[in-house]
């Protein structure tokens, strides 16, 4: 493998884990309002959290960068508040990614804090547990495998994603330079025996987590005597 | 003095009550399901908002007229479901130590676990328990976070048999052992016959009778149905065992002036309280003192009241002074009999008690 791949590698790394320590920070919260809204808006919520799910990469990135580039609202405020600027640099790809995996943490999540049962958390209530004691002491630790499976799920897809990357960070070695832009780059040049290696390695990073996660989430709350 | 003046628009009923429970022993809401008998509770807990007042004593839970809404986790109760609600990631002394520590630390759980009978269960997860050991973890569950109030809400009603007299000892023993007030939500009226001291019967969102068990159950003038069916119409009697007659295998108990003999059950030991119920069917009466029967049990009553029922007639019998507090008897007869012994209240009678059963 060539230096530029570690690089790539390390790169793809970086901006995954930070991406999913984002995602789980911003859904976690917006996945438990989502399972207890019972407001007449929930629909159009759920449905934007699961847009990027549907949506083409390609015409999120296109938006983005619209909205982030020095001309859209977004990337002029930030500059009138100097924080410079956001299309192809790292911090755009981490923006790109948070909202393109949104929907790959968030549901998961949902979906594990739904299965809470309601008596669960009343329960707590009646044990002098305050909402904020709550959501810690009982809703989090019963939502682990969903945690778990959200955190896999989200690292794995911004690992895999490519043209949201391409749209928003473009392709500078050491900068916005990812796994899947580099492996594109390799069969552009017919290098295809460095496709092969670098592909290689995503298709048993993908095989191992999934494994992993499989693993981890068997028997959540073991019977263990 | 427990106040509770609630009031709640269902969709297939409005809750509207007024309870005064007393502060001790444990009170009972009896009725079908779909009266109202656990959104009173949830209302109690403070899990549901109903309009209206809350007060425990001096500590007031809800005011509607002065803004104040105690929310659930700052109120000093103990809560237990029909399915417990066991946290499943806590082992079992998880479960009681998470109550505990949130209402200071300072509750004896030893006691608590000595009293649901616990010990070997400590290490255990709730998903290895059966249903009988997860409901006396959530009982104890609830007693460890130091509750001034103890709300129950179909404890027993997800257990078969078996389970269910495994369970009720202990119940008993909370109510013998601890001066914590308790609200118990029923609609098994052997239930109601075994725990309650103060009896609220609920119908359709309302208050339909309330008062001491055994004033209650011998009332005649309840709406059919009320009660459940018509043959578990029946009084409780709270008496003393007297004498215990080891030939016969018979018991005698006694209770504001009269006695009865029950057949011998447990380890019931002489100078102790007991409590025995007579179902109406199990009674019948007649104009003389019967000579020669086999019936061991008959008292000379007075009837009180007659309230017919279809080709049946249930009668009160006051048994001896015509104090308002007397126990009393239900019997439930043909009308035909009624009517060929010319039957009207006020009558001198005798009646032969064919079954009587120690709780």
Not at chain 2, 291 to 295: A, K, L, N, T
């Given at each position: 493998m060539t230096a530029d791949d570690w690089v790539a590698i390390r790169l793809t790394a970086e901006l995954a884990a930070l991406s999913t320590l984002l995602l789980l920070l911003l859904g976690t919260p917006l996945a438990w309002r989502l399972a207890r809204s019972r407001s007449a808006l929930r629909p159009l919520w759920l449905a934007l959290v699961a847009m990027p799910i549907v949506l083409p990469p390609t015409v999120l990135g296109f938006y983005l960068l619209v909205l982030?580039?020095?001309?859209?609202p977004v990337g002029q405020m930030m500059q009138a508040l100097g924080l410079g600027r956001l299309p192809f640099t790292f911090g755009g790809l981490v923006v790109a990614s948070v909202l393109y995996s949104l929907p790959f943490v968030v549901q998961p999540l949902q979906q594990a804090f739904e299965a809470i049962p309601e008596a669960m958390m009343e329960a707590a209530a009646t044990l002098r547990a305050g909402a904020l004691d709550r959501f810690f002491s009982i809703a989090l630790p019963l939502a682990r495998p969903g945690l778990l499976t959200a955190s896999v799920l989200g690292f794995a897809h911004t690992v895999g994603e490519f043209g949201v990357v391409l749209m928003m960070g473009g392709n500078i070695p050491g900068r916005t330079r990812v796994l899947s832009v580099a492996i594109y780059d390799h069969v552009e040049s017919a290098e295809f025996a460095d496709a092969h290696r670098l592909s290689a390695v995503l298709v048993l990073f993908a095989l191992a987590v999934l494994v992993a996660m499989y693993v981890l989430n068997r028997e959540p709350h073991g019977a263990r005597r | 003095m427990i106040e509770a003046d609630l009031r709640l628009e269902r969709a297939a009923f409005t809750l509207d009550v007024a309870l005064r429970l007393p502060e001790r022993g444990v009170s009972t809401l009896f009725g079908p399901s779909g009266c109202g008998k656990t959104s009173v509770l949830r209302a109690l807990a403070g899990l549901d908002r109903a309009a209206g007042r809350v007060a425990l004593g001096n500590e007031v839970w809800q005011d509607d007229a002065a803004r104040l809404f105690v929310p659930t986790h700052r109120r000093a109760l103990g809560y237990v479901i029909q399915d417990a609600a066991l946290f499943p990631h806590l082992s079992v002394h998880g479960n009681l130590a998470y109550g505990q520590r949130r209402s200071g630390?300072?509750?004896?759980v030893d006691a608590v676990v000595d009293l649901l009978g616990l010990g070997g269960l400590?290490?255990?997860?709730?998903?290895?328990?059966s249903g009988g050991e997860r409901q006396r973890v959530a009982i104890a569950r609830a007693l460890a976070s130091q509750p001034r109030w103890l709300l129950m809400d179909e404890p027993l009603a997800a257990l078969d048999a078996a389970r269910k007299s495994e369970i009720l000892p202990y119940l008993e023993r909370l109510h013998r052992e601890l001066a914590l007030p308790i609200v118990y939500v029923t609609h098994a009226l052997d239930e109601v016959a075994r725990l309650t001291d103060h009896l609220v019967l609920m119908d359709s969102g309302r208050v339909a009778a309330a008062g001491a068990v055994s004033e209650v159950l011998s009332r005649?003038?309840?709406?059919?149905?009320v009660l459940g069916r018509a043959d578990d119409a029946g009084v409780v009697i709270d008496a003393q065992v007297a004498e215990h007659d080891a030939a016969y295998g018979l018991l005698r108990i006694v209770f504001g002036g009269a006695a009865l003999w029950v057949g011998e059950g447990g380890n019931v030991s002489v100078g102790q309280r007991v409590r025995a119920r007579v179902l109406a069917r199990d009674v019948s009466v007649a104009r003389q003192r019967p000579?020669?029967?086999?019936?061991i049990n008959v008292l000379p009553v007075m009837l009180e009241q007659l309230q017919h029922d279809g080709h049946t007639v249930l009668l009160r019998l006051g048994l001896g002074?015509?104090?308002?507090?007397q126990p009393r008897l239900l019997a439930r007869i043909t009308r035909k009999s009624c009517d060929a012994l010319g039957l009207q209240a006020g009558d001198a009678l005798f009646a032969q008690i064919k079954g009587v059963a120690l709780m």
């Open positions: 982030l580039g020095p001309q859209g | 630390g300072h509750a004896a400590m290490d255990r997860r709730p998903a290895t328990l005649t003038d309840l709406p059919p149905g000579q020669r029967s086999s019936v002074s015509s104090l308002e507090s």
